[in-house]
């Protein structure tokens, strides 16, 4: 059995910073594609950012340049550095993960509130 587990959300101010982090434990003997996607109150799930095993990062054009995904495959984590928050961006974030146990199987976490307002 897999587990992801986000924690790092809250409520913070237009401008602001938080950085989200997803820890996977369970049977895993690699993860290969790891990533962040919210869901705002109406709207569908999207994605946010990704990153590959090797590193190779993805973003959405209303986050490029406020936030930075990144992973430590040691920790089995993947984190969200998110700068310069909108009122926009306040959603519950979902991490995801492509996990290689007994088989090959996609894992989400249960999300966090992230909540951007004054």
């Known amino acids: 059995q897999v587990q992801l587990v986000e924690s790092g959300g809250g409520l913070v101010q237009p401008g602001g910073s938080l950085r989200l982090s997803c820890a996977a434990s369970?049977?895993?003997?690699?993860?290969?594609?790891m990533g962040w996607y919210r869901q705002a109150p109406g709207k569908e799930r999207e994605l946010v950012a990704t990153?590959?095993?090797?590193?190779?990062?993805n973003y959405a054009d209303s986050v490029k340049g406020r936030f930075t995904i990144s992973r430590d495959n040691a920790k089995k984590t993947v984190y969200l550095q998110m700068n310069s928050l909108k009122p926009e961006d306040t959603a519950v974030y979902y991490c995801?993960?492509?996990?290689?146990?007994?088989?090959?199987?996609?894992?989400w976490g249960q999300g966090t509130q992230v909540t951007v307002s004054s």
């Open positions: 995801n993960a492509e996990v290689v146990t007994y088989y090959t199987g996609s894992w």
């Open positions: 990153i590959t095993s090797t590193r190779r990062t």
């Open positions: 369970g049977t895993i003997f690699s993860i290969n594609g």
